[in-house]
T-cell receptor
Framework: ELKVEQNPLFLSMQEGKNYTIYCNYS?????LYWYRQDPGKSLESLFV?????AVKQEGRLMASLDTKARLSTLHITAAVHDLSATYFC??????????FGQGTRLTINP | DAGVIQSPRHEVTEMGQEVTLRCKPI?????LFWYRQTMMRGLELLIY????????DSGMPEDRFSAKMPNASFSTLKIQPSEPRDSAVYFC???????????FGPGTRLTVT
């Protein structure tokens, strides 16, 4: 059974600082996704990572995938308040299923 | 494109009543997914369809839950009878056939009293 674990589950940081969210998964997969969810809202797709060593960047967020280590990271550079949200990683299982991590609630303080 | 459309956005009902949630996927998407989100259990896949056919319903919690997809542009998730522990946000998502990215609807917040 595929298990997806995120670390940390809660993260409070100051504006301007850098930090990394980790996503570990238990079985082989060829695709990994990062989503963002604002309170009371839906999930918004951030990144799709489809190969070992894949790195994608959008603004202050950068995601990477190491399929051999079964690890993805979401790095936040010089955080700003607008990035406060809950971030989920999801790992592909079979042809189309996704298994989601618990989510990391990120709070960025001025 | 309007994105994935769900209705109603909020539903409050009494225990024992039937509840029907509706979803319209993005036009051209062949796969549709129903998820449930709670604080305790996080985001769980309930069932998904490919070309209107249910592929995997192993996440459906019990026989009180049923889902249908009569055509490519409409799906329902029904709970009968509803119980307080069914209170959650239910999301519908769609993706292109054999595509990888799932697009989520706004969700239906269900409260069963």
């Amino acid at each position: 059974e595929l298990k997806v674990e995120q670390n940390p589950l809660f993260l409070s940081m100051q504006e301007g600082k850098n930090y990394t969210i980790y996503c570990n998964y238990s079985t082989t997969s060829d695709r990994l996704y990062w989503y963002r969810q604002d309170p009371g809202k839906s999930l918004e797709s951030l990144f799709v990572l489809l190969s070992n060593g894949a790195v994608k960047q959008e603004g202050r967020l950068m995601a990477s995938l190491d399929t051999k280590a079964r690890l993805s990271t979401l790095h936040i550079t010089a955080a700003v308040h607008d990035l406060s949200a809950t971030y989920f990683c999801a790992v592909g299982q079979g042809a189309q299923k996704l298994v989601f991590g618990q989510g990391t609630r990120l709070t960025i303080n001025p | 494109d309007a994105g994935v459309i769900q209705s109603p956005r909020h539903e409050v009902t009494e225990m024992g009543q039937e509840v029907t949630l509706r979803c319209k996927p993005i036009s051209g998407h062949n796969s549709l997914f129903w998820y449930r989100q709670t604080m305790m259990r996080g985001l769980e896949l309930l069932i998904y369809f490919n070309n209107n056919v249910p592929i995997d319903d192993s996440g459906m919690p019990e026989d009180r839950f049923s889902a249908k997809m009569p055509n490519a542009s409409f799906s329902t998730l029904k709970i009968q009878p509803s119980e307080p522990r069914d209170s959650a946000v239910y999301f519908c998502a769609s993706s292109q056939n054999q595509g990888y990215e799932q697009y989520f609807g706004p969700g239906t917040r269900l409260t069963v009293t």
